[in-house]
């Protein structure tokens, strides 16, 4: 199982962007089920030296997607997921922290357009200019 690079590292202010990519990056190599819960962790049943097609254990798995997600943040987000202890803990914490809703993605846009500037003058202003120049 290779690990294909993934293209965006998240930075904090593109989790959904990073989200996405690591979704399909995960439910193209069948894990994703660490992470919404669908696979969870089954006791063995028996030895690996009697299992004649070994395949990595659960716990395998999950450390190797858990090395994928902190492979793929930044290193001042590492520090924070250090407590977690599977996958699916750790991408809880960071949907629960970086993920805005909807609402606060529009408030963020709306003040973002609010004090862009074009040149000297303020969004707002230069929008009223324009619409006064073509009425």
């Not at 977690?84 to 993605?105: E, T």
């Amino acid at each position: 199982m290779d690990s294909a690079p993934l293209c965006v590292k998240f930075t904090g202010t593109n989790y959904s962007t990073w989200a996405f990519q690591f979704e399909l990056f995960l439910k193209g190599k069948d894990l994703w089920g660490h992470i919404d819960g669908t696979d969870v962790e089954k006791p063995s049943t028996f030895e690996k030296s009697q299992d004649v097609g070994f395949s990595p254990s659960w716990a395998v798995l999950d450390a190797r997607i858990m090395s994928w997600l902190l492979g793929s943040v930044e290193p001042h987000i590492v520090t924070h997921l250090r407590p977690h202890r599977s996958a699916q803990s750790m991408w809880a914490y960071l949907k629960k922290v970086y993920h805005q809703d909807n609402d606060a993605r529009r408030f963020q846009l709306e003040h973002a357009i609010a004090m862009f500037q074009h040149g000297s003058l303020s969004i707002q202003d230069y929008y009223f200019g324009i619409s006064d120049s073509l009425a």
